[in-house]
């Protein structure tokens, strides 16, 4: 199913603001930094992570930027927060308007119909469902990250802070702590890597990568087809108009596929290491 591009002068449907966009990238940026020094960490007796560890300075210092990039993390969960609270006020008027109007991040029974509705498509046996401004992957996806951050982050800070934890709990929750924190981040960077990545970029409708999330921009037919229903929605409702944009110059694009690419690569390559330390080397 060959999806029309725009023209290069043709407006575009804006569908990620600038803040979401810098956070998604302050986002891939500091999980990269976690993955690739807590996978260090964690199958340190591999040839990779050796030749890993000399590349980031050490074992010590990757601790060191694993630190730095869960400040990041953090960073970018509260910014989110704030944000969602920001727009609450001043979009849509109240958290209920916000957490069960028609946008909702929160799954819905035409989420659980749509999943059931792509498993036919899947089989050939029945239309591809029609989405709206978001498809149950993607709550998915945005509840596992989440989920992460309460799991991983609460028992990254025990691993970080257990002198001041073990004031309140007793000491054998560290080694449990470090458990929860490696096999939790292990479940996580095996999700965003594979199911993740195969969602945004890798489907055959937005083969080889979906640049949507570093312009913020994709074009009408694309909309059209991918949330027919948002943009029926948008139609309707005569907001379409205020949502489009200019197209962003080629520099910008090329600057946003070298960037995307990187981290494609370093993503895939991580889950190869991994299934490599796993099946032939784990300890
Ligand atoms: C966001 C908050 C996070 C905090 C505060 C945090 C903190 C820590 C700390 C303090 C350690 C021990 C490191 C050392 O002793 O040098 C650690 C280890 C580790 N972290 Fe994190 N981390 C966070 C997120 C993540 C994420 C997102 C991942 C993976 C994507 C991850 C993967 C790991 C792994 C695999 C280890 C090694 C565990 C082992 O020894 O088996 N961490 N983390």
Do not use: C
């Not at 966009?21 to 260090?40: C, D, P, Y």
């Not at 990779?48 to 730095?68: P, Q, T």
């Not at 937005?206 to 059209?224: A, C, N, Q, W, Y």
């Amino acid at each position: 199913m060959e999806i029309q591009q725009s023209s290069p002068m043709e407006k575009q449907y804006q569908r990620f603001s600038r803040l979401n966009r810098t956070l998604h990238i302050i986002m891939i940026v500091s999980f990269m930094s976690l993955a690739l020094t807590g996978m260090t960490l964690k199958f340190s007796y591999t040839g990779w992570a050796v030749i890993l560890s000399h590349l980031l300075g050490g074992f010590e210092s990757a601790g060191y930027i694993h630190r730095v990039a869960a400040v990041f993390m953090f960073g970018i969960f509260f910014a989110h927060i704030y944000d969602l609270a920001r727009n609450k006020r001043k979009e849509v008027g109240s958290w209920k308007a916000l957490l069960f109007g028609p946008n909702t991040m929160l799954f819905t029974k035409k989420d659980w119909q749509d999943f059931v509705g792509s498993l036919k498509w899947f089989l050939n046996r029945g239309p591809r469902p029609e989405f709206g401004r978001w498809t149950y992957w993607e709550k998915f996806d945005y509840f596992a990250v989440f989920w992460g951050i309460f799991v991983i982050g609460a028992s990254g800070l025990m691993l970080w802070f257990s002198e001041f934890f073990t004031l309140f709990i007793p000491g054998w929750f560290i080694n449990v702590a470090t458990i929860i924190h490696s096999d939790e981040a292990l479940l996580a960077v095996g999700f965003i890597f594979t199911v993740h990545f195969f969602n945004t970029h890798l489907r055959p409708e937005k083969f080889p990568m979906d640049l949507v999330i570093f312009t913020g921009r994709l074009s009408i037919e694309e909309l059209k087809f991918d949330k027919p229903l948002e943009y029926k929605e948008l139609v309707e409702s005569g907001k379409l108009e205020e949502r489009l944009v200019e197209p962003y110059p080629p520099i910008v694009l090329r600057a946003a596929h070298i960037f995307g690419w990187a981290a494609l690569i370093t993503g895939i390559s991580i889950v190869i290491w991994i299934v490599y330390a796993m099946v032939f080397a784990y300890r």
